[in-house]
């Protein structure tokens, strides 16, 4: 049970890109072909305003896509990625509970010390927070009871989203991923600004999915976060997902609205 226990201390919530220029490990050379995805604050290619992943996003919506921000980056296998796992499928009821716990803790001293930079990231504040409902769960997303728990989140948490029809996963977004749950009442939706709040993202496919749904449906989506997001780790000498966070870029929240 330890496994799922040790290591709090080493989750290091994300730095805010003012802060990153100084902490970053790519060198001038890389840097310069280097930029700052504007939708996920990933790296990309300084030719384009959004990274690889959020291009395809885009293409298999059909619409812009919503700024996304994590809470803190993980690898596989690390302190965090065991929590983002436990805390829904650790084989022992307390284990879960202490992970839960932890993610709790996470979310909520961030979003205390956060809540004004998240607001200028998303050009907005919100009204509505939802979730994005589990995959593999018909009901009861285990989510729910840590947005439950977190101060800034829970009074305003309101289940509007099911699954819907379409399949989505891994860089695999789909418009009807999600949908509106039958008891939401649309005309109400239409003037909430939404918060999409999900414990992880890799390719943001299903959380943009879920914002994407809401919009169709008439809401205002602010952004997503995301407690934790996956980073490149070297596999077999090849690198995967995301390599290091570059130095960022000034954005603004109407260069978020790219196509
Ligand atoms: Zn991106």
Redesign the pocket.
């Known amino acids: 049970m330890t496994q799922w226990l040790s290591g709090v201390a080493s989750i290091r919530p994300a730095l805010w890109p003012e802060s990153r220029e100084s902490s970053t490990a790519v060198g001038r050379s890389v840097a310069a072909e280097v930029a700052v995805?504007?939708?996920?604050?990933?790296p990309?290619h300084a030719r384009f305003a959004?990274?690889?992943?959020?291009?395809v996003?885009v293409r298999q919506l059909k619409m812009p896509?919503v700024p996304?921000v994590a809470v803190a980056d993980y690898r596989i296998g690390d302190a965090l990625h065991r929590r983002l796992r436990g805390y829904k499928d650790a084989p022992v009821a307390e284990a879960r509970r202490n992970c839960v716990a932890q993610l709790i803790s996470l979310l909520d001293s961030w979003m205390e010390a956060s809540g004004p930079q998240l607001r200028r990231r998303f050009g907005s504040g919100w009204d509505v927070v939802a979730t994005v409902p589990s995959s593999h769960r018909p009901s009861g997303a285990p989510f729910d009871a840590v947005v439950s728990a977190v101060r800034a989140l829970d009074g305003l948490h309101r289940p509007v989203l099911v699954r819907g029809p379409a399949p989505t996963g891994h860089l695999a977004a789909d418009r009807r991923g999600f949908a509106l749950g039958p008891e939401v009442d649309r005309d109400w939706l239409r003037h909430q600004t939404v918060l999409v709040v999900d414990d992880s993202v890799v390719?943001?496919a299903r959380a943009q999915s879920a914002a994407a749904a809401l919009r169709l449906g008439g809401a205002r989506v602010a952004g997503v976060v995301a407690v934790g997001r996956v980073v490149a780790q070297k596999v077999g000498g090849r690198v995967s997902l995301q390599s290091p966070v570059p130095p960022s870029t000034a954005r603004t929240a109407s260069a978020l609205a790219v196509g």
């Open positions: 995805c504007q939708v996920c604050e990933g990309t959004l990274c690889y992943c959020c291009r996003l896509l996304m390719t943001g």
